[in-house]
């Protein structure tokens, strides 16, 4: 019963729905980029090992961004083989400020997206942003 009761909490929690949309994301994405024969295109991040990656920590930190959400997930190497990695993402409300960092085991670390303005947690207006309607 209690159970019951925390969930129906959470699911009225817009972060919470947020972050649950991303998780189900990115493993959908993960599956389907194994499973497809379609070519996925790399695009160029940012990444660097850990001890230059401090002063990347240090400007979000003085950006006044929030911890928002971190969740484990894998990234691919040019071959197509998959690894494990975590994956933040860190938020600052008064700016509307944004940011997704990707942390690989061996302590690479590569900004992965950021951004400012016009940052979302509607459902609705991110099924409209993203066509989810029109989607089979």
Same mark, same amino acid.
Request: a negative charge; proline letters at 4%.
């Given at each position: 019963?209690? =159970?019951?009761?925390?969930?129906?909490?959470? !699911? &009225? +929690?817009?972060?919470?729905?947020?972050?649950? =949309? !991303?998780?189900?994301?990115? $493993?959908? #994405?993960?599956?389907?980029?194994?499973?497809?024969?379609? /070519?996925?295109?790399?695009?160029?991040?940012?990444? $660097?090992?850990?001890?230059?990656?401090? *002063? @990347?920590?240090?400007? #979000? &930190?003085?950006? +006044? @961004?929030?911890?928002?959400? %971190?969740?484990?997930? /894998?990234?691919?190497?040019?071959? %197509?083989?998959?690894?494990?990695?975590?994956?933040? !993402?860190?938020? +600052?409300?008064?700016?509307?400020?944004?940011?997704?960092?990707?942390?690989?085991? /061996?302590?690479?670390?590569?900004? #992965?997206? *950021? %951004?400012? %303005?016009?940052?979302?947690?509607?459902?609705?207006?991110? /099924?409209?942003?993203?066509?989810?309607?029109?989607?089979?």
């Amino acid at each position: 019963m209690m =159970f019951k009761k925390l969930l129906k909490e959470l !699911i &009225k +929690d817009k972060i919470f729905l947020a972050a649950l =949309f !991303i998780f189900i994301s990115s $493993t959908y #994405i993960a599956v389907y980029a194994q499973e497809r024969t379609t /070519n996925f295109y790399g695009k160029p991040v940012m990444c $660097t090992p850990l001890e230059q990656a401090m *002063g @990347m920590w240090a400007q #979000i &930190k003085k950006d +006044d @961004m929030k911890p928002l959400l %971190g969740f484990r997930g /894998n990234s691919f190497l040019d071959d %197509g083989r998959k690894f494990d990695v975590d994956y933040f !993402i860190l938020y +600052d409300a008064d700016e509307q400020q944004i940011v997704v960092v990707e942390r690989q085991d /061996n302590g690479f670390q590569c900004l #992965i997206a *950021g %951004g400012t %303005g016009n940052v979302t947690f509607d459902p609705e207006k991110l /099924n409209d942003l993203i066509g989810w309607d029109d989607i089979p």
